[in-house]
């Protein structure tokens, strides 16, 4: 069984900045990578940005430049510093893990960040 334990969403000025954290406990015994998808309404899930094990990053292009992705692979946690929110950044985010043992990613239950005008 593995959960992922999403936190740091919230509702936020545009140009604010947030941290999105994720930690990963259960039967992992080896990370592939992790990252971050978001859903807004109406739309279909999207790649935000994912990190490897070995530090490889990637990042959808509306959010280059904005924010960064990072791992601590002692605590099995994923951050996203999301700087300079803008409006269309409003969604549900969800948290992805990929291990090496499970034929089929794992998501969290995705945490709300909203940015108003």
């Known amino acids: 069984q593995v959960q992922l334990m999403e936190s740091g969403g919230g509702l936020v000025q545009a140009g604010s900045s947030l941290r999105l954290s994720c930690t990963a406990s259960?039967?992992?015994?080896?990370?592939?990578?992790m990252g971050w998808y978001r859903q807004a309404p109406g739309e279909q899930r999207e790649l935000v940005a994912t990190?490897?094990?070995?530090?490889?990053?990637r990042y959808a292009g509306s959010v280059k430049g904005r924010f960064a992705i990072s791992i601590d692979k002692a605590k099995n946690t994923v951050y996203l510093q999301m700087n300079s929110l803008k409006p269309e950044d409003t969604a549900v985010y969800y948290c992805n893990l990929v291990v090496q043992e499970a034929p089929y990613p794992y998501y969290g239950q995705g945490t709300q960040v909203t940015v108003s005008s």
């Open positions: 259960g039967n992992i015994f080896s990370i592939n990578a």
């Open positions: 990190i490897t094990s070995g530090g490889i990053t």
